[in-house]
């Protein structure tokens, strides 16, 4: 046996504790469940057997399937299949084990069976539609004939190589279900007549139990509880609204609450307690829309045995329990006092609750104080239960006893339509009353009952902020919706809204309202700082709101840090305190802006409208920005063709219309930085409309008259043609976007997003993203590629983002456009697969260091399987996060220095041939050879190459645009260097190209003008692929060894390009340098698991550099600096950590604070600059500064200050000073932290 067939064989050692489940083993003689495809009646659902018998083998039955391939030009598959009866569920198989051998009559003295590659497998049916196909492993690359061989399959349908474990799950299909019928599958090698028999036996199913469904026997334990309150409260993470660790408070202020929530089926109960014992002390145990997947069976005992001892059980229903529930095991159903169908749907109560028993619990109340319940689960109370409440005809609250211990059903959770609309859970009767649902569980004495509704007042103001937005910035716009109750006949009255601060009124206005008014303002130049808005009206009581002044958002030094910020989540809604909470703590691990939804979606005064108006504000209070996300700014649609053509003269109309409530509810995000114009736009066929307007400019742009994609053939020029109308066709609609948005003068940015396939790897006739183009009329973009949870490869884990970040610095260089980078922070799936606690922040670090210029993150959710980080991987992310988010300012002017080698991205090829084999594994070794490489897309090579690039390799192109040849030729020239694997034969017509002599030929390094040609062996990327993928440990080094020897020598120094040499570890560390021509900062990043040692060396500055200091602790890195100039860097990283280093040419010595004017006036424009210093010499370079300005009241006005960088050495600082500022004397301090230093001045406001 081979070595892989040892190790195949340790791999599917009986998984322990797992049962064999028999398929057939022939003993019976029975061949009535199996049939075979060489009958006909196979293929009319009839039970054809023919060739199928039951034989004795060595004393045992087994089946001999005959077989016959007769047609040598032809596939001609069998499949011999077994109905199960009954059907075996098909997540638990673990391993298909069976024995089988070949026998063959022709040709005769085969030595191996007469099926193709891949012809011999076993198909898992789970209905008609749904199957999954495994290959039977081989010996030695075939299968034997005339000896049996055991054969044993993973089959398990979470394995390593899925992708997305919890869309199976949740999504079930192939994957789950059961397994109805077990096939083998035949298939001939074409050419080759055959016939024989496949002799089989023992076929089994190795079965993983699942041990939540074993019997178990609950145990009465003795308890030592303490005389104050335990709750133990496990609840659905997204909801904002239960509140029993608040309602515990009310019971016991000394209560012990243990708050561990449920984030998904991916994740355990965190901090569920590790022992029976210490389970025992709680009192009562919640367990709020909690799905019992999430428990070991250890723990459903454990609770069992805690209810069956005197521990109170509150179960709440919900979107992700009882019958929505992935599992009900029977420990844990037969603790409640209802019973309920598994999958059963959700019903409409919109009821008011109604006592249906007497009991403590809902006496001295009436029940209709609780609020309308509008959804409920399908329950029914069992025998011995006693029903509390109803909601309608739904059960509400059961309640039961287990034993000594007590258990109650609430059927219900908040489903608020708007914040104070009264409705269940959210209204003041809600938490008294959880107090003594908790109460009652405990068995202690019950608090006082919930006190009734005070039935509305005649003449009252309803107001809410207007699109729920409360946060505003002096300049930006505010308002508010008014609805005015008054009793009939009554006149119309003035309502008067003011907005004050603890420095005084701030503003005043006033609206006549007879029902529904709005009251809008701008904010005056005012301090930031929480305000509260006032509304009254004669005969009425007053309402307040409260709001939030933020400070402008200053691009200038700010370096986005997004990260997506729920509301509601998993069929849960937030609370205020809990949108708060979320945006602090995605504050607190180092994000700087939140991402929300809701485009357009904010008029009405909705909860979701004031969640994402609160979450805003909360932001803004933090210094941090907003975006929207998942937004439309747009006519595309994937899933169907324009209704207008963007070439239409009403499209601007047509779209204007469908955007212009986004961009006036825009208005009021003071904050905003940015709206997406469409998640991942992909352009496909079924997307172009075919109107006149459409077809005349398919014509005017490309030549060709209109043609559907069915039309294209194999027509290079039509092909060229139809792929770059594609493009074009959503260009233009994103380009009236635009012009809408700049006419209508909104701040904000319009950002793409995009994903791999947009960087060379999609088929673009069939669904075309097209980077380059689509950019242009946006204002910044961005991309997302999942190194951890979708690897391309797990030695090189960055090779398919590298790809992408290359392309992206060039695209961005080349257009202005900021680009960033989508960090993963999912656990996917866990724990099906664990991926390092350092992943997300090795991410982030690679993309800093590839020079994004932002980032962004995916996904954070407080509720999902698969979504969100778990907490040691969280922290590790927000302690690189806090890290970058410091140095930010710094990032903004340095920016990732341009490559002097590139590796182009032929367009043309991509389009004729409808895909191309992007190089990444061949960018990846050129990288590691020479320090760096960028990905240089055919349009930009017809515009005009960067004048750092020096190198450029064509790999895999057949066809090139003529223009871009002309424009290599002529860059060659010039004194370019180009290495091809082949030339390119066709342009975009098809026609063929002619190249120079010296062009053609063996290509090895041949003068052409200034310039040198030079060629590589054929089939490169696969070289180079096999080097990393291979079994060879030595032929990685060496493929970089050998490329760095080739590719050295056709260098020379580069005005402003950096030489980067990674001289120890280089083939799992990543160098960025960004900045240079009077300082930078250079990032290094270790990808292998464990510590290394890297050395980098680094020449060719635009400055000399002196000082050297690590950004993240302020140390200075001695001894790095040579007498000529270069910088050589020798670090110990931690596994998967990283290093970043500022380069300097002097360290300073001295920070200088001066003010323009001592004094100043509330409303001017305060003018100072920072002026770093060296011995008394101006210290050049972009240096942190954090600006402490404090008034002399001690407040913090960061507006006049804040984080920043210097340019030159020097910041300049000029503020508008708030009206509202108190006068007196101000101190600025202006600390430079990577230098230790520190200078102060003062000024005066009057």
């Known amino acids: 046996m081979s070595r892989l067939l040892l190790l195949l064989t340790a791999c599917l050692a009986m998984p322990v504790g797992a049962d064999t489940v028999a398929v057939d083993d022939f003993s019976s003689l029975d061949l009535s469940r199996w049939q075979s495809s060489t009958t006909p009646e196979y293929y009319r659902g009839g039970q054809g057997r023919q060739g199928l018998t039951v034989a004795t083998d060595g004393g045992k039955k087994v089946l001999r399937a005959a077989f016959g391939f007769g047609d040598p030009k032809a596939s001609e598959p069998i499949w011999v299949t077994r109905q199960l009866d009954p059907p075996v569920s098909r997540l638990p198989i673990r391993t298909v084990r069976f024995r089988y051998r070949w026998e063959v009559a022709e040709p005769a003295g085969a030595k191996t069976a007469p099926v193709c590659v891949g012809g011999f497998k076993v198909r898992l049916r789970t209905s008609p539609t749904s199957f999954t196909d495994f290959d039977v492993p081989t010996v030695n690359g075939s299968y034997p004939v005339g000896r049996w061989v055991d054969a044993a399959m993973d089959v398990y349908a979470l394995n390593s190589k899925v992708r997305n474990v919890y869309g199976v ?34 076929i089994a199913f190795e079965v993983e139990p699942d041990a939540q469904e074993s019997p178990y026997t609950p145990q009465v334990l003795e308890r030592h509880p303490d005389k104050r309150l335990d709750l133990l409260n496990i ?59 999430v428990f070991t069976a250890e723990q459903l005992h454990w ?10 059980l509150l179960a709440c229903t919900g979107p992700q329990s009882f019958g929505n529930a992935r599992k009900h095991p029977k420990a844990f159903t037969d603790l409640l006092p209802v019973t309920y169908e598994p999958g059963a749907k959700q019903q409409r109560a919109n009821a008011t609750p109604a006592r249906a028993a007497d009991h403590v619990l809902t006496a001295g109340c009436d029940p209709a104080v609780f609020g309308t319940v509008r959804e409920v689960n399908g329950i029914a109370p069992r025998a011995d239960a006693t029903l509390l409440l109803t909601a309608g005809k739904q059960p509400l609250l059961v309640a039961g006893q287990t034993g000594p211990g007590r258990v109650l059903v609430l059927n219900g959770w908040a489903q608020p339509s708007a914040l104070g609309d009264g409705s269940f859970m959210t209204n003041a009767a809600w938490q008294p009353f959880a107090a003594r649902l908790l109460a009652w569980l405990a068995n202690r004495k019950l608090p006082a009952a919930p006190a009734a ?49 603890p420095s005084g009124t701030l503003w005043t206005g006033k609206v006549q309202a007879a029902a529904e008014a709005r009251i809008e303002g701008t904010l005056p130049n005012v301090a930031s700082g929480p305000v509260t808005a006032t509304l009254t009206m004669p005969g009425a009581e007053r309402v307040t709101l409260q709001g939030q002044v933020v400070d402008p958002l200053r691009r200038d030094d700010f370096y986005p840090i997004i990260t997506y910020l729920p509301t509601m989540d998993g069929g849960h809604v937030f609370d205020f305190e809990r949108t708060d909470d979320l945006v602090r703590e995605v504050y607190d691990h180092g994000f700087n802006t939140i991402a929300v939804g809701g485009l357009g979606a904010n008029a009405g005064g909705g909860i979701a409208a004031a969640l994402r108006g609160r979450a805003e504000a909360t932001a803004g209070s933090l210094g941090m920005a907003s975006i929207l996300e998942y937004t439309t700014f747009t006519e595309y649609s994937r899933d169907r063709p324009h209704r207008v053509s963007p070439f239409a003269d009403e499209f601007e109309a047509t779209l204007r219309k469908r955007v212009e409530a986004g961009i006036e509810q825009a208005r009021y995000v003071p904050r905003l930085l940015s709206v997406k114009y469409v998640d991942e736009p992909f352009m496909t066929p079924a997307c172009l409309d075919d109107s006149d307007a459409t077809k005349a400019a398919f014509h005017e742009l490309t030549g060709h008259a209109y043609m559907d994609r069915k039309s294209l053939g194999d027509d290079a020029p039509a092909k060229y043609a139809f792929g770059r109308f594609l493009s074009a066709y959503l260009e233009k609609d994103f380009a009236v976007g635009q012009k809408i948005k700049t006419d209508e003068g909104a701040p904000w940015d319009l950002l793409q997003t995009y994903c791999s396939p947009g960087f060379g790897s999609g088929r673009a006739l069939d669904g075309f993203e097209d980077v380059y183009r689509w950019t242009r009329p946006a204002d910044r973009f961005d991309f997302d590629v999942y190194p951890y949870f979708y690897p391309t490869s797990d030695r090189i884990r960055f090779v398919q983002a590298n790809w992408c970040f290359a392309e992206s610095r060039v695209i ?52 999902g399987s698969g979504n969100t980080a778990r907490p040691e991987r969280w922290e590790k992310c927000g302690e690189a996060l806090r890290a970058i988010r410091r140095i930010g300012p710094l990032l903004t002017r340095w920016q990732r220095q341009p490559a002097r080698v590139g590796v182009l991205l032929p367009e043309t090829q991509q389009l004729l041939y409808n895909g191309y084999n992007v190089p990444m594994y061949t960018l990846s070794i050129l990288a590691q050879a020479v320090g760096d490489a960028d990905v240089i897309h055919e349009e930009i090579l017809t515009e005009g190459l960067p004048g750092s690039l020096e190198v450029l390799f064509v790999i895999g192109a057949d066809a090139l645009r003529r223009d871009a040849q002309q424009k290599l030729i002529e860059w060659v020239r010039q004194g370019g260097a180009v290495v091809f694997d082949g030339l390119p034969t066709v342009d975009e017509h098809g026609q063929a190209l002619e190249w120079p002599a010296e062009f053609t030929g063996d290509r090895q390094g ?111 890195i001695g001894e790095a600096v040579s007498g000529g100039g270069a910088v050589t860097l ?94 007196g004397r101000y101190t600025i301090t202006a600390t430079a932290p990577h230098a230790g230093l520190a200078g102060e001045a003062t000024f005066v406001v009057r």
């Open 1130 to 1223: 020798k670090q110990t990283l931690p596994g998967r950590g990283a290093r970043v280093v500022g380069i300097y040419e002097k360290r300073p010595t001295k920070v200088a604070v001066g003010v323009a004017t001592g004094e100043v006036k509330r409303g001017e424009a305060l003018r100072y600059t920072v002026a770093m210093q060296a011995a008394a010499a101006p210290a050049k370079g972009s240096f942190l500064l954090n600006l402490a300005v404090v008034g002399p009241e001690g407040s913090r006005y960061d507006r006049l200050g804040g984080a920043r960088a210097t340019e030159g050495g020097v910041c300049a600082v000029e503020a508008l000073v708030p009206i509202s500022a108190p006068t």
């Open 303 to 312: 609770i069992a045995d805690a209810v069956h001892s005197g521990v109170g």
């Open 453 to 501: 509704n005070k039935p509305p007042a005649m003449t009252r103001i309803e107001a809410r902020w207007l699109y729920g937005k409360s946060a505003f910035a002096p300049g930006s716009p505010f308002g508010f919706e008014i609805t005015v109750h008054r009793p009939a006949g009554t006149l119309d009255a003035e309502v008067t809204a003011t907005l004050s601060a």
């Open 169 to 202: 799950i949740l999504g079930g299909g192939a994957d789950l279900g059961k397994v109805e019928q077990f096939t083998f599958r035949l298939d001939d090698v074409d050419d080759l007549n055959a016939r024989g028999a496949l002799w089989v036996s023992d």
């Open 235 to 293: 609840c659905h993470n997204g909801d904002g609204f239960y509140d029993f660790d608040k309602a515990a408070l009310l019971l016991d202020g000394k209560a012990n609450i243990v708050t561990s929530s449920f984030h998904g089926l991916h994740f355990p109960i965190w901090d569920f307690p590790k022992t029976r014992e210490a389970l025992l002390r709680f009192d009562v145990i919640v367990l709020g829309d909690v799905d019992p997947w």
């Open 812 to 863: 961005s260089r080349a257009l202005s456009k900021p680009w960033g980078f989508y960090v993963e922070l999912d656990d996917r799936n866990y724990p099906y697969q664990v991926n390092p606690a350092e992943a997300s922040a090795e991410c982030a670090y690679t993309a800093v260091a590839a020079g994004a210029d932002y980032l962004n993150s995916f996904i954070l959710r407080t509720f």
């Open 1006 to 1116: 041949v003068p052409f003008g200034n310039g040198r040609v030079g060629g590589t062996e054929e089939g490169i990327e696969d070289v180079c692929r096999n080097a990393v993928e291979g079994d060879d440990p030595r032929a990685w080094p060496k493929l970089v060894a050998e490329t760095a020897r080739d590719v050295l020598p056709l260098l020379r120094r580069t005005e402003g390009s950096v030489g980067v040499r990674v001289t120890a570890n280089a083939l799992h560390t990543d160098v960025g340098v960004r900045g240079n021509m009077d300082s930078a900062c250079v990032l290094i990043v270790n990808h292998h698991a464990d510590a290394q040692p890297v050395a980098v060396e680094l020449s060719d500055w635009g400055f000399r550099p002196g000082w050297v200091v690590d950004l993240t602790t302020d140390q200075t």
